[in-house]
Every structure is written in structure tokens, then in C-alpha cells.
């Protein structure tokens, strides 16, 4: 069997390991997602899962695949049991999403799309870096440490590398770390409520 293969399924069994803790948090009331993070997180994944798969990707989109029908799920829950502190800044991200969308429909390139995408994603990360900073505890970090190595994977697993397949994936794994990192040191710092 091709590495590659089996790095991609490797990936994708991540992927879904990563989301179990969150998911199990989320129902528990111990973690409470922003909306629009993971509204942002549906466009962009699902956009960029297309563009590496158009790009030549191949696995290296499978693990990134079923991470976006994850948070497709978490942004539904997110109505529920997610915080919905929403400010003007989210909303230019969440626009900025959209907008990445279109770019991929009108100009059916994938680099412009996936340039947009890593870019646009960041900046989607800042909401949570934001609640993670303020509020550690209302997060859990396994999924953002899983969601770095998992996407490390995917980055291995890659048929082609090119830009397009690549910058989003790498981005990936530096926006899930800076997260960890952030969650880790403030949950060392505020003591977790009783």
C-alpha cells in the first residue's frame, strides 16, 4: 500500500479522534464554541478541502474532509450550547469567508482560492485565540493539538505539492499550534472557576 495512502487515512482517523473530547465538552457545557469561528471554520475547510482535491491533494484532503463535517456539526451545536459574544470583527471575518467562496466560484483557481482561504482562516482563528485568552477553560486544547498533528499528516500525505495544496494544510498546523499555545500558558495562569 502507497505511504501516502496510509498517511491519509492516518489523517482522517485523527481528524475524528480530535473532535471526540471537543464534541463530549461541547454536550457536557464544559466547552462553549464561538459561532461564527466555527461558521467560518464550515466555509473555508469545506472550500479548501476542494481546492487541494482540484489541485491534486488527493489524501492529503481526506483527514481536512472529515474535519469540515465536523465543524459543519459544531457550528450547529454552536446555536445551542456555543457562545455567541459576536463582535464586529467577527462579522468582517465571517464576510471574508464568503468572499473567499466566490473567488473560487468566478475564477475557478484554486491558488487564488486557497491563498484566500489561509489567509482568511487566521484571521477566523483570532475569535477563539481572543476567548481562549480571556476564558482558557472554556475550551478544550486535545483538539487543537490533535486538529496540528492530524493536519501534519495530511501535509505528508499530500499527492502533489504544490501551493495550492499545501499553504492551507501548513497553515493548519501553525494556527492549531498557536492555539494550544495560548490555551496551555492562560490555563496556567487563571485558575479553572469551582
Avoid at 165 to 186: A, F, G, M, P, Q
Wanted: glycine share 6%; charged share 10%.
Amino acid at each position: 500500500m502507497n505511504y501516502k495512502i496510509i498517511l491519509g487515512i492516518l489523517a482522517t482517523i485523527v481528524a475524528i479522534i480530535s473532535f471526540i473530547p471537543y464534541l463530549k465538552d461541547i454536550f457536557i457545557r464544559k466547552t462553549r464554541p464561538h459561532i461564527y469561528s466555527w461558521l467560518i471554520w464550515s466555509i473555508l475547510q469545506s472550500t479548501g478541502v476542494v481546492a487541494m482535491f482540484v489541485g491534486g491533494a488527493s489524501w492529503g484532503s481526506a483527514g481536512l474532509a472529515i474535519g469540515s463535517l465536523f465543524c459543519i456539526f459544531i457550528f450547529f451545536s454552536s446555536f445551542k450550547y456555543g457562545t455567541k459574544d459576536i463582535t464586529m470583527f467577527d462579522t468582517v471575518c465571517l464576510i471574508g469567508a464568503i468572499f473567499a467562496v466566490l473567488v473560487w466560484i468566478f475564477t475557478k483557481d484554486p491558488l487564488y482560492s486557497v491563498i484566500l482561504v489561509t489567509i482568511i482562516d487566521f484571521v477566523g482563528f483570532i475569535p477563539t485565540y481572543r476567548k481562549g485568552y480571556f476564558d482558557p477553560h472554556s475550551e478544550t486544547t486535545s483538539l487543537y493539538l490533535l486538529s496540528a498533528i492530524g493536519n501534519l499528516l495530511n501535509l505528508l500525505a499530500i499527492g502533489s505539492y504544490t501551493v495550492s495544496t499545501t499553504l492551507y494544510v501548513s497553515s493548519l498546523v501553525v494556527t492549531n499550534i498557536i492555539c494550544v499555545l495560548i490555551l496551555t500558558t492562560r490555563k496556567k495562569i487563571i485558575v479553572k472557576p469551582i
